[in-house]
């Protein structure tokens, strides 16, 4: 029985991991990837896309959607100096890749309305996109199954400010809407404290993928190499793997040690907490809204990760910028 | 040499005004109706859409899309308590009425990419349509010749809050959107003091064209009438037309006796001033962003309005619920 | 029967002229001037308090009280641009002036529970000073006669942002506490439209002036004329006296010609509109808390303010930099 | 070597602690008390102040300056709801206990100018008094030798919202206003993770404290045991001392085993966020202006507390309400 979803990504990194995994776990039927304003350039995060499917050698086999280039509200924001190009300077030819002409928002609400209360969706990026739909079909909330977000933090660091992690300070707006919009079955795989302490693969776990020695293995350093060193000049040891985990407690709910009920909200007025994900935990009479992951297991998702890139895989064509 | 443009609009009261002009007007080529949420329920001002284009004998002749049921980011308020239905009761048979399948965004999209810098558009409800197709679609704001916007208020009074006109007000997010898209040419109708000083009919204005007997002047009366004992308890001498006034000086320029350049920012932080338009004059040193009516030819905008209501029209279907 | 009140000012420009009035006028009975931070250096400001009582005769007569330097919560903002050092470059031998020991908070508060009900405040800079005496004792509120404040705009525009007047804008936070704290009758003088249209002096009226030929006219015009440029380079047809106004309209109130009881707040939140004053004029369901002054008798206000100019005065000494 | 100090405190449950700490500890030189509001209605607290003077045998011995009774700009919160009054049910004869005439506001000025760089604050409540003190004048900012507040979150969990914390959530405009003042040392306890990791006294604590039998022990117990079943519902095992562990911190630096320099920011904009205390622990490029506690000797801190409670006083009066 596999997992219908769609993956909404600003692909760059660990972006790249969530959709390998989306694309090789047999228990995960990828229907579409929709395409968010976020980490990098919108048309390099296509071509990271392309690239990752490459690799896995799914070029051209699950359609991609553009979405919104920019944030509802608020103008774009890079984190092109934490991911670079967002796949580590990687190049293929790209001749006759191609994207759907139907935009993400459209594609979210069709391929939802379609089988309604189906299909979920894995959401990566900021959720202008998701935000989007929901204001322009007010069915598209009641048709999606369940909501995975990868942002906010629960109570603890954020990343790209002290209050706020990326996905939601880039479009605080959209992820105002979202958990407003009143879907039945969020769930929130956030930053702090959960990605820091249960999805980092530290230097030696980044040793042992290299000597797999597979397409994969080789993609995966080479994409996710280049924050290896932010990441060490801002106290974290390795790399940091939400968005694959997103993917992860999506297909395999077991990867969620423990998870909790809360109320989260979303600071949109001011600009010190720009972004700032209240999550209030039960105690202060709020509605939850949502379910947190609150702990993973960190050693299963690092072997269901490692065991994809351990898999032979052929890849369409040829890379260029392969580190060597 | 006629004028094309769509009306987007929360169809009631003058906004049917503005749709009769754009129905009627030789110099206008009207090329879609597209429904933003705003005065009164969605549903309500579909049918005064259809309500006014039936007066007026053009039932089912130009498309109407429906759009947004609810501003960007914010909960829907109505205005209800001013404007009832927006039709003063009216009723017909609305069988076999239809709109389009298209959604508004779309429609406002498609239409002017279709002929790029030919189209404009009036503006008369809150502008959460026309943000969402430039967030959905950059090209959107380059293809769109003219913006007429009726909304907020030049350093004067708003009408739901001190600070505040309402279609900014709705949907304050949109509006700020608009103002930072990077349209190239936008025109607004303020609120205060340009309507209150050059857009409002009197209980003698009302009057003759009470006497004027047609099924327009009728159907007028009908429609705007509730809000004439509203406006008179909040000090306004007669009924307002700001919506209707917007489509004068898209179609005929010479109505607006003065205008200047402004830099218009929308408030969107703050709950006092929630929807508050900031129209700078020019000594702040603010780029400008749009053309604001400083002061319109009141007469021959009356002249101009009263002109349609004295013309014959052959209803498609009959009316329940006419003032007798 | 005189009238008992403190002038709490930043004294620049206007609020010379408006020190003038309360030291001459023979209704009034000026007890004490407290200085706050606002138009100029808060030493530059009480030079030119000292620099006024002097030109009146009056040199260490009344107790000048120093207050905050700052605003209660964001960084000082001058007007420096506008009124430069706030006299005209009038000089004089300061040796031996002096200020009270007692900080203006302190006297505020003292002066007031001294004789409870009976002392009036006319308060024509940022109110800083006032709504810290109000924080710090509460009793402060309940012993003030009546609160007469320059500050604001009703529903029109602001000076130094579209939005917001000057005095509000430097310290939005004490403008808000001010209104909020329960004072039995707060007067407000607002800058538009009130002041635009009724207590402007034109270059004419400024001609008439210089014909007086007194040390106070000339003091007046020196003091006075720096922001003349400013002004007309803005489209204000001659120099601005909201300060003046606000002590006329305490000794005299026939001066306002029309009030009314409004609900007014400030705006502390957001960037784009600090310090704009949200006066809600009765039909938005608030309970007022201030009369503002809605239309002043220009003339009287002006044949007042040129009656004290008229006057011969013996400077307690000789100026320095009087213009030539 | 004593360390002289002023304590700032809304006098309620662990204020009693840290205040008990302050008069018995050796190396402490408590010159004031100034009390502020905050946890409990301010004459509770200024009676919740005497009963532990008199716990101590100390009744009149250390003035007792009444603050500001409410915050700078909004109005007050309690925390009733937790701390009941603040001493549970405790009572005395109060006749003839004493506060000084002079304010707190004024105290902490001429105070510290007394002694320029020589006295230090542990502010263990709303920081009202500091920040007006502040604003009222620029030197008590210079004067301050060391500045110690409880309050804020580290990046972690607040108490009265998810955001915020008691302390800066009531005045969170005085927070803001002491952040930005530049006292050159200010070392920060906060709510989260801190005091729920080093400062909690478990059941098996207190009752090892129950068999000490002393009027302190029991003065303890009776204060602070309220507050545990409000702990335990909310999942805190056990009672909370945040304000002692700030006395011990300025007596005992070495209570403090992890420290890092910090840029805090307190959020004064946002409903939502209200008194959040952004912590950038120095990758945001922002200078820091405090010095924050990461992990205190929890050990060293029970025993030093309950050294304390151990001591033998003698009450000045009898109490009544003793649990029994
Ligand atoms: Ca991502
Ligand atoms: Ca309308
Ligand atoms: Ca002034
Ligand atoms: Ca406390």
């Given at each position: 029985m596999t997992v219908p979803f769609i993956l909404d990504t600003d692909t760059a990194q660990d972006d790249c991991v969530a959709l390998i995994a989306g694309l090789l776990d047999p228990d995960a039927d990828l229907r579409a990837i929709t395409m968010v304003a976020g980490n990098v350039g919108f048309d390099k995060q296509v071509r990271n896309a392309h690239l990752t499917l490459n690799v896995c050698g799914r070029l051209g086999t699950v359609p991609i959607h553009l979405g919104c280039r920019q944030p509802m509200v608020v103008p774009w924001v890079s984190a092109e100096n934490v991911h670079?190009?967002?796949?580590?300077g990687l190049d293929m030819d790209f001749a006759g890749t191609a994207t759907e002409d139907e935009h993400a928002v459209d594609a979210l609400i069709r391929l939802t309305a379609q089988e309604p209360g189906e299909l979920s969706i894995v959401a990566i990026g900021p959720l202008t996109n998701i935000a989007m739909a929901a204001v322009k079909d007010p069915a598209f909330v009641r048709n999606v199954k369940r909501l995975v977000i990868m942002g906010g933090s629960n109570n603890g660091r954020g990343n790209i400010t002290a209050a706020a992690e990326f996905n939601f300070y880039v479009d605080p707006h959209a992820a105002r809407v979202v958990f407003e919009a009143g879907f039945a079955d969020i769930v929130v795989v956030p930053w702090a404290p959960l990605t820091l302490q249960d999805a980092v693969f530290s230097r030696e776990q980044l040793a042992d993928i290299d000597r797999l020695g597979t397409s994969l293995s080789r993609f995966f350093l080479t994409v996710c190499g280049p924050t290896l060193a932010f990441d060490e000049s801002v106290g974290i040891p390795g790399t940091t793997h939400p968005d694959s985990l997103s993917v992860g407690v999506l297909l395999?709910?077991?990867?969620?040690?423990a998870s909790a009920q809360y109320h989260v909200a979303v600071e949109t007025e001011s600009e010190l907490t720009r972004g700032y994900s209240a999550m209030s935990w039960g105690v202060h009479g709020l509605e939850p809204n949502a379910t947190v992951v609150?702990?993973?297991d960190g050693p299963a998702f690092h072997t269901w990760i490692t065991g994809f890139l351990a898999t032979s895989t052929e890849p369409n064509r040829p890379f260029h910028g392969w580190d060597s």
């Open positions: 670079g190009d967002g796949s580590g395999h709910p077991e990867l969620a040690l609150e702990r993973a």
